[in-house]
């Protein structure tokens, strides 16, 4: 008889696997699947971090120049539509009735990444108006993640602007 290898019967050369073996894919799949949904967590906020940083700065840019250009800027927020627009008036400011309702023009619109909500704000009519001195109304807009990530950034009378989270 010849040396190699032995004889096999019909169907006995697929066994399947172990259980050994399927207890590690499941595990590698559960492992995969949470890295996945951690790092999904991960950009979120980061979206979220640099949407809020933006705000800010956006918020700073009208305040300066509205002293600069001793001119009535504001910020009108649209929560449904996820969006802020930075806007000057051309009109004259008046001492008695503030910063005027007619006028406005658009410096530019900004819409927030993908996945971060405009949740809420405060300010009156979702607007907040800086005078020719620089002065803001006080208030605070609110963003969000899907996964529950927030940061408040927050406007008061002196014109401070804050990052909260």
Do not use: K
Not at 84 to 103: E, H, I, K, R, V
Not at 116 to 124: G, N, R, V
Request: proline share 7%; with cysteine.
């Amino acid at each position: 008889m010849a040396m190699g290898r032995p004889p096999t019967r019909p169907g006995r050369g697929a066994q399947g696997l172990s259980l050994i073996e399927v207890v590690v894919v499941v595990v590698l799949l559960g492992i995969l699947l949470a890295l996945s949904l951690g790092g999904r967590s991960l950009i979120d906020d980061r979206r979220l971090a640099g949407a809020a940083r933006t705000l800010v700065g956006d918020l700073r840019l009208v305040e300066q120049r509205a002293r600069a250009e001793r001119r009535c800027w504001r910020v009108t927020f649209d929560p449904a539509g996820e969006a802020y627009t930075l806007q000057f008036t051309t009109d004259p400011w008046d001492a008695t009735t503030g910063c005027p309702a007619t006028g406005w023009q658009p410096l530019r619109a900004v819409t927030l990444p993908s996945r971060i909500d405009l949740a809420s704000t405060s300010f009156a009519g979702d607007t907040m108006t800086v005078s020719p001195f620089g002065n803001p109304n006080a208030g605070a807009v609110v963003l969000r993640t899907p996964g529950g990530g927030q940061r408040r950034v927050v406007v008061n009378v002196g014109g401070r602007v804050e990052l909260a989270p």
